[in-house]
Every structure is written in structure tokens, then in C-alpha cells.
């Protein structure tokens, strides 16, 4: 499959927008769908559908096994171990709220400290804030840098002996920096101190090895790498999921159940209570196929270009401010205009067919040391050309004309 | 959908310079409003007199030029108005910026509406109204002192 047609593969690029191509630069808040995985929910739907893991009879049965053949594809994709070490969730987020209950009631207690980074979004901040209030933990902040960094050393100077789990973004969604989570899970196991990676923005854009990686818990959202809402991933070690406590009670985790006595299922049904979203996570294995067709490091060579493009044409457009400058860049740009502010910004690109994010992208505790209300960001997908970054930057252009700025 | 409706050069010229903002010295009355989705923020205060009117009105905060052209137009107007007035003047803007063709209320002179039906472009971008309500709500909340409570839980860290 080639990368240059890719936009032929999503039928979303068909549509108009206000009269214009879509120019859709918003990937990190969700990715467009790729034909094969709409279909793929039409054709479960209408042909094969039926719950799984319960029922005997023949579609429960070819359901199941295509349920369990996506665990299988996602195993193989991220390079962990053991297929029953991928577990599926209702997004990323369920899949920190997870950790953050299971390991967070289990193993914190008043005074322990969580460690996260400044560039978190809500999501993984937000489910630790909760022992906070019920077990007293303390949350630290590693800092961001000037250039939108936080740096293994900016990690190390907050760790202590009461740092009991260090929970970190992959990429960040807004400043686009990449961190290194390799050696931050080295540094903190050093330590005897488990990682949980936040991947949502890692995941649809660079090769994963979670064994290489080594860290503990790594999070993914499914939507945002061309499969379907409502469905995320937790990778976590075995040994965690086998030592921790289910999360939530329900159908489909249980072994036994009496009045008196309730055993829980294995992995990896011990985390997956209730029906799934099973449409969704088979469709996703039609997401996994279409990334290998492309093949990841084709991606990652694709974005590339296209973010450091990005970089230069913005550089050029004097009113731009870009606000971050990482050394290491995924595949998110965030800027302000100068006596523009981002909401009208993202009203008038809209305008032109360009859809961006305009806010503090569930960042705010970035924006606050940013002193920035609201930023706009730009972010990448398979699908995006350097036209479409022109496009970006004339729409800018149009902005300036409308405020009369310079 | 038009931009230049939207965009109008009153508006560029309020979310540039906005007029009364500023804190008004010996208010009565305020109230803060932010939007958690956008992050825009408005900090009202009314300074009311012996007559219940409006003596002075100003505001601080940041935002949009949607949402600052609304505030500074909204606190023009407002001031000199009798406090039991400024409701009615209120419900019928927010009525205006959600559905109706104009504005209704006999409270306010024509030169008035003109002016104010200025924002009524922002009812073509459905994403856009919260920007122009925020200091319209905040100012009904300084006026009930009606500032919602904030969530103590998640002060008292």
C-alpha cells in the first residue's frame, strides 16, 4: 500500500467541508477511518454477529475466535510477550483508571508519591487525583522545559523513596515532544518502580516493542489509530494483571460464583467484564492489517517529513509563535498568532475546510506553566500531505487578513 | 456559514480593545465565569447604587474576540440600567444568540440593538455561542449572587 494514495483508502476524504477539500489536521484528538474497518463493523454486523466467549452455538463461536484473533494481532503488533498480557478496554482512559485503582488500592498509602510529568493530559492525571482524596497520595510533576521537553532528567530529580509509580506521557499531544520512555523505565526499575506509559499519541505513530520498551502498563487509544471509538487497549506485564484485583464485577470475569464465594476468571477475562465492544475490537483488527500494509516505519518516516515541513513554513509565517521546539517530534504542532486568539483562529481555518484543535487539549496544567489560555495545534495522520500544511498556512494567512494583523 | 458576518469590524474592534475592562473600585457585585471547555474566563463587577442601578460595570478575563466583543458591548449597555431590568435585557440577548430572528425587549433603544444584534452572527457557528453567553451568564450570576459553588474537593489538595 502506498503512502502517497493513502487518502484514497478513507472515504471521509469524498466529502466537502464549507466547499473545500478536507483538510484534516486533527488526528491527535481522533484519526479518520480506513474503508476496510467501516466495512468490517457493517459485514460483523449484518453477517456474523453474536456475543462472545458464552455461547456454543456457531456465530458465538466464530465470533469468539475473531475476537481472540485481534488480542493475537494487537500481541504481535506491540511485541508483548503473551497474548493474555493485552487487555481491552473503553478507551485509554478506562485503561489508566485501571492501573490507577487496581495498583493505586493495592499498593499506595498516605504519602506515597505518584510521578507524572507536566505535560499530561487530563487523562492520565485526572484517575491518580482520586487517591489523592482517598488515600492521601501525593502527586509530583516532572517539568517540562522550554522546548516542550521533559527530559530523563527532569524524571530523576523527582523520583524519591516514596515515589511508588511513575505514569508518563509516550508523546506529548501538544508539543509534539517524544519522550524517552525506554530509559525512563530503565531509570525507574532501577529503582523498583513500575512505569505506566501513557501511548495514546505513541501508538498510532511509532513501532512499539513492549518488551524492548520493558515498561509495566502502556495505554492506547484504538480510535486514534484508524479503528473505532469506544475501544482502547491496556498492555500490562502479566505478572501485574495476575497479582492485581479485577476492576470492575460483572458477567464474563467470574469463575465461580455463590452466595458465599466469588473466584475470578483468568486472564484475560478477569479484566474484561460485561459484553464488550465486540463490533469494535474485531473491526480493529482490520486497523492493525491496514497499519502494517503501510508498515510503520513508513509511517514514522512519512510524519517526519511532514512535521519538520510544518515546522519550517510556520517558522516562516511571522506571526506564527510556535510553542515548542522538541528535539524529538511526533506528530503534533501547537502555535498562537499573535492578536488572534485560538478559537477564532480554529473558527477560520474551519472556514477553509481545515479542521485543528483550538484549547488546552485537556492540558491545562502545560497551559498554566505555558501561561497560555488556549494554543491551536495542528496533528498529523497516514493521510496528510505537505499540501495540506500549505493549506494550513495560507488559512493562517487568512486569519491575519480578517484581524488585520501583521 | 459567513465570516465576515461573524467577524464584523465592531466585533474585531471590541475583541481588540475592549471597553470597561478593568476592575471597578467598590463593587458590589461579581461574579467569575469560565468555560472548562475553551478555558475563556470573565470576572464580572457591578457597582450598583443607592437606586439599584447600574453605577459602573467592568470586567476582567481573557478570551476570544467573540467572547471579549460580547463582554465589552454587554457592559456599554448595561451601565446606567436599573438592576431589575438587566434580566429581562439578558434573557432576551441569550434568546436572540440561540434562535430568534431579534431582539424584543422595549428596555433597549434601536442604536442599542443595533449594536448588540452585531454578535447575532455567532448563531451560524453553534460551537461559537458559548463564547458570546459567558459574560451574559456571569453577569446574571453577579446580579443573584449566584456564583456556583466550586468543587471544594478539588481545591482542598
Known amino acids: 500500500m502506498n503512502i502517497d494514495n493513502i487518502k484514497n483508502e478513507f472515504p471521509i476524504f469524498n466529502n466537502k467541508v464549507h466547499n473545500n477539500d478536507l483538510v484534516y489536521l486533527d488526528s491527535a484528538n481522533s484519526s479518520q477511518k480506513p474503508k476496510i474497518v467501516v466495512d468490517r463493523i457493517y459485514d460483523f454486523y449484518t453477517k456474523e454477529f453474536s456475543n462472545v466467549g458464552r455461547s456454543v452455538h456457531y456465530l458465538a463461536v466464530a465470533a469468539t475466535n475473531l475476537y481472540e484473533n485481534t488480542r493475537t494481532s494487537v500481541q504481535k503488533y506491540i511485541n508483548a510477550k503473551d497474548k493474555n498480557e493485552i487487555v481491552f478496554t473503553k478507551g485509554a482512559t478506562e485503561a489508566i483508571n485501571l492501573v490507577a485503582n487496581t495498583y493505586g488500592n493495592q499498593y499506595l498509602k498516605e504519602g506515597d508519591e505518584i510521578l507524572l510529568t507536566e505535560l499530561e493530559h487530563h487523562s492520565n492525571y485526572v484517575p491518580w487525583h482520586y487517591l489523592r482524596i482517598k488515600k492521601g497520595v501525593k502527586i509530583e510533576f516532572a517539568e517540562v522545559n522550554k522546548d516542550g521537553e521533559v527530559t530523563i532528567e527532569s524524571i530523576e530529580k523527582k523520583i524519591n523513596q516514596k515515589t511508588k509509580i511513575i505514569a508518563v506521557t509516550h508523546v506529548s499531544n501538544v508539543t509534539g515532544a517524544i519522550l524517552p520512555i525506554k530509559e525512563i523505565t530503565q531509570l525507574a526499575h532501577s529503582k523498583g518502580i513500575p512505569v505506566l506509559i501513557d501511548g495514546c499519541q505513541g501508538a498510532p505513530h511509532l513501532k512499539l516493542d513492549m518488551q524492548d520498551i520493558d515498561c509495566d502498563f502502556y495505554a492506547i487509544s484504538c480510535h486514534k489509530m484508524y479503528g473505532p471509538t469506544g475501544l482502547g487497549i491496556l498492555y500490562a506485564k502479566k505478572k501485574w494483571l495476575e497479582d492485581l484485583p479485577p476492576y470492575q464485577g460483572g458477567g464474563g470475569m467470574i469463575k465461580e460464583v455463590k452466595k458465599d464465594l466469588i473466584t475470578y476468571g483468568d486472564l484475560p477475562n478477569k479484566y474484561e467484564a460485561g459484553t464488550m465492544a465486540t463490533a469494535q475490537v474485531i473491526a480493529f483488527d482490520e486497523s492493525i492489517k491496514f497499519l502494517n500494509k503501510i508498515g510503520i516505519n513508513n509511517i514514522e518516516k512519512h510524519e517526519k517529513e511532514l512535521i519538520e515541513y510544518g515546522y519550517e513554513i510556520l517558522r516562516k509565517n511571522n506571526s506564527v509563535r510556535l510553542i515548542s521546539n522538541p528535539k524529538q517530534k511526533g506528530s503534533a504542532i501547537s502555535f498562537t498568532l499573535d492578536g488572534i486568539h485560538a478559537h477564532d483562529i480554529a473558527t477560520i481555518l474551519d472556514e477553509e475546510g481545515v479542521a485543528i484543535r483550538a484549547g488546552h487539549h485537556c492540558c491545562q496544567i502545560l497551559h498554566d506553566k505555558l501561561e497560555l489560555p488556549a494554543t491551536a495545534r495542528a496533528s498529523l495522520g497516514v493521510y496528510n500531505t505537505k499540501d495540506d500544511l500549505d493549506k494550513l498556512n495560507e488559512a493562517i494567512n487568512k486569519c491575519k487578513k480578517i484581524f488585520n494583523t501583521k | ?157
Open chain 2, 1 to 157: 456559514m459567513n465570516l465576515k458576518e461573524l467577524y464584523q469590524e465592531i466585533i474585531l474592534d471590541h475583541g481588540k480593545n475592549p471597553r470597561n475592562l478593568r476592575k471597578t473600585e467598590n463593587f458590589n457585585k461579581d461574579a467569575k465565569g469560565h468555560n472548562p471547555l475553551c478555558g475563556d474566563k470573565v470576572h464580572i463587577y457591578l457597582k450598583l447604587n443607592e437606586n439599584n442601578k447600574v453605577e459602573d460595570i467592568s470586567f476582567e478575563g481573557q478570551g476570544c474576540a467573540i467572547s471579549m466583543a460580547s463582554a465589552s458591548i454587554m457592559t456599554d449597555l448595561v451601565r446606567g440600567k436599573e438592576e431589575k431590568d438587566i434580566k429581562v435585557i439578558v434573557n432576551d440577548f441569550l434568546e436572540m444568540i440561540k434562535q430568534k430572528e431579534e431582539l424584543n425587549t422595549k428596555l433597549l433603544k434601536e442604536d442599542e440593538k443595533t449594536k448588540l444584534m452585531c454578535l447575532s452572527g455567532v448563531k451560524q457557528y453553534p460551537m461559537r455561542v458559548k463564547c458570546a453567553t459567558l459574560s451574559w451568564h456571569t453577569l446574571t450570576a453577579a446580579i443573584d449572587n449566584s456564583q456556583n459553588k466550586i468543587d471544594k474537593e478539588s481545591l482542598e489538595i
